[in-house]
Each structure stands twice: as structure tokens, then as C-alpha cells.
């Protein structure tokens, strides 16, 4: 391992906004956090006189209004060397908002946001098939575990409905393919 402080060949060669990503990752892995968190108290707010279907087009408005802004503010270059794909993600992703607010109209804000967040045990089992990843014990073992606490939340909960499981369920799968297409996309796109 080498101690010294000068960046790998990899990060080097990586374009400046990669650099510039890594760099500040954790401060903006934070700042994401507090963003989603306020999005997900807002839409239950929300949701107390409107449908999902209308805050989730809202919340997409506004995340289209901020982007162009950046674009237009050359913060970000507007990339569509493969627009087929970006439609695929802005679909799913949009499927994703959708079935996530709607579980949150259903269940506590808290119990929605874990249950969206298991996306992570789905990206586990779908990257092999998506992306062609290694499988390893170890990943089998953990998602094992994973699925048998989510198995475990969902017992729990003997008041919710086979609909709410279904909707937190498939807003978890969407979020899923969403990372999954983005994990694609990021091989050419920024």
C-alpha cells in the first residue's frame, strides 16, 4: 500500500468533477441526506390534501426546474449522447418518487423510508444479472441476513396491508433499476 498523499493514476486521470466529487463526498452524501429528508417531510405534508401521483409530479417539476438551472448556470453540462437511456432512468426513477410517496401516504414517514431503503439489497441481487458483477459468498451471505430483517420488519407490522407492502415494495425495485441505470450511465455521462 502506498502512504504517500498524491492521488492514484485512476483519480488522476478521472475527469475534475470526479476529482472534485470524491473530494467532498461525505459533505455532500450529508447535504443529499438533509434534502431527502426534507422532501419526505414535506411530500407527507403534502400528501394531507393531495394525491401522490400530483406531489410526486410537483417534486419532479421542481427537480427539473433546478437541474435546467444548473445547466443554464453552467454548473453542469447538459450530456444526451444516449437519450434512450436517460428516458429509461427519468422513468424509472420518476416510478420510483411515485411508489415512495405513496407508501408514505400509507405508512409512517419512517417506516416507508426504511422499507424504500432495502433498494440496496435489490441493487445486491440485480447487479449481477444488470451490470455483470461477481456474485461472492460474502455478498450472498449479507443479502441473506438483509432479507431476513426485512422479512422481519414486514412481520411486525401485522396492521399493514397487503396493498402498502406491495407499494413500498415496488418503490424499493424502481429505486433499484433507477441506481442500477445511473451505475450504467456513469460510464460515459457525468
Given at each position: 500500500?502506498?502512504t ?5 493514476p485512476?483519480?488522476?486521470?478521472a475527469?475534475n ?7 467532498n463526498g461525505?459533505?455532500?452524501l ?27 409530479f ?14 443554464a448556470?453552467?454548473?453542469e ?7 434512450g437511456m436517460?428516458?429509461v432512468r ?5 416510478l420510483?418518487?411515485?411508489f415512495?410517496?405513496?407508501s ?7 417506516e416507508?423510508?426504511l ?6 439489497v ?5 447487479s449481477?444479472?444488470v ?16 432479507l431476513?430483517?426485512i ?6 407490522d ?11 415494495l ?21
Open positions: 500500500r502506498s504517500s498523499c498524491s492521488p492514484s485512476e483519480r488522476r486521470d475527469p468533477h470526479m476529482r472534485k466529487f470524491s473530494e461525505i459533505a455532500m450529508l447535504l443529499s441526506s438533509v434534502f431527502f429528508t426534507t422532501m419526505s417531510l414535506l411530500a407527507r405534508h403534502a400528501m394531507a390534501t393531495l394525491p401522490a401521483s400530483e406531489v410526486t410537483f417534486r419532479m417539476l421542481v427537480g427539473a426546474l433546478v437541474c435546467g438551472a444548473m445547466f448556470a453552467r454548473v453540462a447538459l450530456d444526451l449522447r444516449r437519450p436517460l428516458l427519468g422513468t424509472l426513477g420518476g420510483a418518487v411515485f415512495y410517496f405513496k408514505i401516504s400509507l405508512l409512517s414517514a419512517g416507508a423510508t422499507l424504500n431503503n432495502t433498494f440496496v435489490f441493487i445486491a441481487i440485480l449481477p444479472f451490470l455483470r458483477e461477481k456474485v461472492s459468498l460474502k455478498l450472498t451471505a449479507l443479502v441473506a441476513t438483509a431476513c430483517g422479512a422481519l420488519v414486514i412481520g411486525a401485522v396492521g399493514a396491508s397487503a396493498e402498502s407492502q406491495a407499494i413500498w415496488a418503490g424499493s425495485l424502481f429505486t433499484s433499476l433507477a441506481v442500477l441505470t445511473i451505475r450504467i450511465l456513469r460510464r460515459d455521462h457525468g
